[in-house]
């Protein structure tokens, strides 16, 4: 296991490929990229996890393994990443019989590449960042502020503002925001029933809310509320861009038309606060949420109406659901968990209703919001927990911290990432469970970190104003550092 020095600053850490740097005599010799401390073996994390025995484990390993013929070469080491420069000597060869890279082979040499090396300075604000996202084409990044900015900054144009949005009738902050897909319009949500929508392609960079631009306000409340003001923390677009489904403070998920420009839909879908929706895959039939009632849910549109309930429910969190990220295949998924987890579900295994008793009982007081986790609470595990897997090492307290797959372009979605409480990036493998890094630079809460759709580029935005960027192997120039500090650490494994 490698650790990082904490008196070194990250210019003097080089380039590393933290546990799947390859041994010595698998590496492409003389490459900078190899990085500069070559470890004999991956030592695992004391929250290691047994190998996951389920289909998604092949799956993975199908997606980001390369042709047979290349782990053939070294016997009884075919589980060690193959040489770049050994698969470009296959290719050549013409391993595969297809002369070329298969989109698993091009996956097995990306993946090596993580995002580890910098940070680079993108933004500083003098409020808490909340949100930020890429664009499906990762030509864009969406970062949103308590402080009522939302900015567009383009990707391609060195990180240039695009866009510098002043948010209409904020309350608290911005919860959430969602590009759509033609990347034309934006919306955005508050602690308020009132989701506003804002066209990102006008040519005004300046767009402050109906004195530079008209934010139209797409209204969830119905005469039905009798007057009570809820929030929503969650909301997406649907893969056409013609639907919006967002997460409410009063338990409910809310589908609006916006070629009808109403809410078309609407299910009290929990017992408690829905922190996060999203759509399962392209479809838009399949919908997940996630609550402080500790239950993640999925909801066929297709019974919506008919049955007013939920297609099935997933037990294992012990407190609060914070986040769900699909896998985008309508069958896997990740939540973070108050519980200081994130879990990996199987919808095939959901169950048609409640568990009566779905809820562990405890014997201590806790408010995720300024507590520590209980000691006492660590270990404990759900009897009727139905989740494939489990990763343990980051921590979810204060806010609504989120997690993600890794892209499937790039690492075929071998890997899972997280925000943390303790102001780190964690990035685990999917399937063993290990910590394969932990990115170290903010000094409050990460609540959002995404990851580039395409290149080894990850942004990391905190409590602490900052956004910065890591990359793989990083663009040649001097990190651009915050002022306020100076030197970091970097835990690789």
Known sequence: ????????????????????????????????????????????????????????????????????????????????????????????????????????????????????????????MDSRAYVSQFSTDGSLFIAGFQASHIRIYNVEKGWKVQKDILAKSLRWTVTDTSLSPDQRNLVYASMSPIVHIVDVGSGTTESHANVTEIHDGLDFSSDEDGGYSFGIFSVKFSTDGRELVAGSSDDSIYV??????RVSLRTVAHTSDVNTVCFADESGNLILSGSDDNLCKVWDRRCFIGRDKPAGVLVGHLEGVTFIDSRGDGRYFIS??????????????????????????????????????????????????????????????????????????????????????????????????????????????????????????????????????????????????????????????
């Open 1 to 124: 296991m490698y650790f990082g020095p904490s008196e070194i600053d990250a210019d003097e850490m080089g380039y590393a490929m933290s546990r799947l740097e390859i041994e010595a005599d698998f590496c492409d010799a003389g490459k900078d990229f190899c990085g500069v401390g070559s470890s004999s073996g991956s030592q695992r994390s004391s929250e290691h996890l047994p190998d996951l025995d389920h289909e998604i484990s092949q799956v993975t390993k199908l997606r980001s393994s390369p042709h047979q013929r290349f782990s053939r070469e070294v016997p009884g080491r075919h589980q060690l990443p193959v040489s770049t420069v050994r698969m470009l000597a296959g290719r050549e060869s013409n391993f595969s019989g297809r002369g070329r890279f298969s989109a698993a082979d091009c996956c097995h040499m990306l993946s090596r590449y993580l995002p580890v090396k910098g940070p680079w300075l993108v933004d500083q």
């Open 256 to 261: 609006y038309d916006l070629e009808a420009n």
């Open 336 to 493: 973070n968990g108050k519980d200081q987890t994130i879990k990996l579900w199987d919808i095939r295994k959901m169950s048609s209703g409640v568990p009566a008793r779905h809820e562990v009982l405890r014997n201590y007081e806790w408010d995720y919001r300024w507590m520590d986790y209980p000691t006492e609470a660590r270990d404990l595990k759900h009897p009727s927990d139905q989740s494939v897997s489990t990763y343990k090492g980051h921590s979810v307290l204060r806010t609504l911290i989120r997690c993600y797959f890794s892209p499937a372009h790039s690492t075929g979605q071998k890997y899972i990432y997280t925000g943390s409480n303790d102001s780190s990036v964690y990035i685990y493998d999917l399937v063993s469970g290990d910590k394969v890094a932990v990115l170290k630079h903010h000094s409050s809460p990460v609540r959002d970190c995404n990851w580039h759709p395409h290149y080894p580029t990850l942004i990391s935005s905190s409590w602490d104003g900052d956004l910065v960027r890591w990359e793989f192997p990083g663009s040649g120039e001097a990190p651009i550092m915050s002022k306020k500090r100076v030197r970091r650490r970097h835990f690789y494994y």
